[in-house]
């Protein structure tokens, strides 16, 4: 695993000097000032950041595909990816190091939050504790949406179909899940509940950090990064 770090300092490397992440930065940031505005800073607003986190789930189902739909789709359109597989890697440690370069400049996204806990600090009381909790459920929802769009993106060459084939899935099992568990009584009730990406982080938008949550959420990833791994592996002996 000693080739994951240099991989993920590539990673961050071909972010910090392509300008779709700082555009991808930019109107995140816009979208998310734009929701704060409406929803939070508002007169008997609540002074707290859980109208705005409660979005979280669709925003982050749309930016976070186009920051992953290029980590192994680009290297496959480009040819790079012989490169990189005939140097002393193996597959595990390239989706590794996709991963955590995906995830570290989620981070970076993450920190840029901040601006609007300091504005809430700055005109009521913050909440230090539901603060933690969100930003906790945060990183993990990120976590795992990174990982089903690396492993998407290791599915094809083309970056607009790793995008689409990303959001899909992920606005199915975070919102559509949960609306159709409401609907659906019994074992298919239970099941779609228990797969509702939504359900799992509303405790922590709520402040609840439960280990069913956290477990939900590390072992889902965990999932798609292997599922990625082993698409990788097949692509090597075409």
Known sequence: ????????????????????????????????????????????????????VGLMPLVLAIFLPILTMRLLADEFRSGTIETLMTAPVDETEVILGKFFGALVFYCIMLLAMLAFAIVIAAFGRLDFGLLSATYIGLLLLGGLYIAVGVFFSACTSNQIIAAVCTIVPLMAFTFLADFLATKVSGFWGLILHHLSIQEHFGDFARGLVDLNDVVFFLTTAVLFLFFAVKVLESRRWR
């Open 1 to 52: 695993m000693r080739n994951v770090c240099p991989i993920t300092q590539r990673e961050l490397n071909a972010y910090f000097f392509s300008p779709i992440a700082y555009a991808v930065l930019a109107i995140f940031m816009l979208t998310l000032g734009i929701l704060f505005m409406l929803t939070t800073f508002v007169a008997g607003g609540d002074s707290s950041l859980r109208q705005l």
